[in-house]
């Protein structure tokens, strides 16, 4: 495993991260048995990665309890990142919401504290200096953000030069953070952590048609909005999504790689890239992901990978909010 230091923090993170969402299954997952979920997690330590995300909308609390159960232990080796709602943004409510996560953390201070979504009803200034005050009183011992568009950062780092992250959807199927958020990150030196690294999946290769993919994971803006679950209004990309990830599958073969491990591999090796969050669901499906760290992958490749994924990116644009039309970036 390799680490990188958050800037402007003490935390060394792993370059993978483990993404505790789906091992609460339910909304966007269905069924979880609770001993893979602490499998996975116990693995996932085992492996090298030091680094859990979380949040407290994972199941109401869900994925901080097994986080607790399965890593009570090694408590003081790991790096959790949890998560704020936005409704918790006003100065009081930061507070109040960062006890809660203490609390549900079992812990006297959260190490990292990400603000979920960005909350354009509720001056960032007044959320900013909440953190602030709650970093100088021990309780964080850093903040970061999720989801924050270009407008939304800059703003954040007028406010602060404290802010150690940028929690947003990368991979090689979805590439909008491309245009101008990641160019902006790389300038600030805001690292970003990847989430959905393997598009939910798609990127293993196990679904060979927009039909087998399960409505709860369609409601990506790759679907069309004809599916059950999408919030958003457009036709979809079934076809340019399915063609790419047809190439990525036939470049995978040729370098002799699994199409998981490359697709990891790739973000990887993109700059500006901080750390990149996984889900894996079992012991099996975590110690594969962590193959990705191996792979030493040629800049030919690289090219490769970016050419076959380049008109999604482009027909998909640069809105990266990955389920609603109307974007919540700004
Ligand atoms: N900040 C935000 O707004 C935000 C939003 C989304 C996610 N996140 C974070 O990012 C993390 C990761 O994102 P994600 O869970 O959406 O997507 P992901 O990591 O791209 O995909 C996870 C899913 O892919 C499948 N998978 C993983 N490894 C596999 C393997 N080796 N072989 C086959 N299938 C495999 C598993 O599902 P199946 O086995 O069921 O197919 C797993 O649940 C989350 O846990 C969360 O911490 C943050």
Not at 76 to 87: G, H, R, Y
Not at 174 to 181: L, Q, V
Not at 195 to 218: I, N
Not at 251 to 269: F, Y
Request: charged share 25%; proline share 4%.
């Amino acid at each position: 495993m390799k680490y990188t230091t958050l800037p402007n923090t003490d935390l060394k993170v792993s370059r993978i991260a483990f993404g505790a969402w789906a091992i609460v299954g339910g909304f966007n997952w269905g069924p979880q048995d609770e001993k893979d979920s602490i499998e996975a997690l116990q693995a996932a330590y085992e492996a090298g990665i030091n680094f859990f995300d979380t949040a407290e909308a994972y199941g109401n609390g869900a994925s901080e309890n097994l986080i607790n159960k399965a890593l009570s232990d090694v408590k003081d080796k790991i790096v959790v990142a949890t998560k704020l709602k936005p409704e918790d943004f006003a100065y009081q409510s930061v507070k109040k919401a960062c006890e809660a996560r203490l609390k549900a953390l079992q812990t006297d201070s959260l190490d990292l504290l990400q603000l979920h979504w960005p909350n354009h009803d509720i001056p960032l200034e007044e959320t900013i200096s909440a953190l602030e005050a709650l970093k100088s009183e021990g309780k964080i011992r850093a903040f970061g953000v999720s989801n924050f568009g270009v407008q939304d950062l800059k703003e954040c780092l007028s406010y602060s030069d404290q802010v150690a992250s940028n929690q947003l959807p990368y991979n090689l199927l979805w590439r909008a953070i491309e245009f101008e958020i990641l160019p902006l990150c790389i300038e600030k030196n805001v690292p970003v952590l990847c989430y959905s690294p393997l598009m939910q999946g798609l990127l293993t290769g196990k679904f060979a048609s927009p039909e087998q993919v399960p409505d709860d994971r369609a409601r990506t803006r790759h679907f069309s909005k004809e599916r059950a679950q999408t919030r958003h209004q457009e036709f979809g990309k079934e076809q340019e999504t399915f063609a790419a990830i047809e190439a990525i599958r036939r470049i995978a073969e040729k370098a002799n790689l699994p199409m998981g491990s490359l697709s990891l591999a790739w973000l990887l090796a993109q700059p500006g890239v901080g750390s990149v969050i996984v889900g894996g669901r079992n012991g099996e499906q975590v110690r594969r992901n962590v193959e990705a760290m191996e792979v030493q992958l040629p800049d030919t490749i690289v090219s490769e990978l970016n050419q076959a994924t380049d008109h999604l990116k482009q027909v998909l644009g640069a809105n990266a909010d990955l389920w609603q039309s109307d974007s919540r970036y700004r």
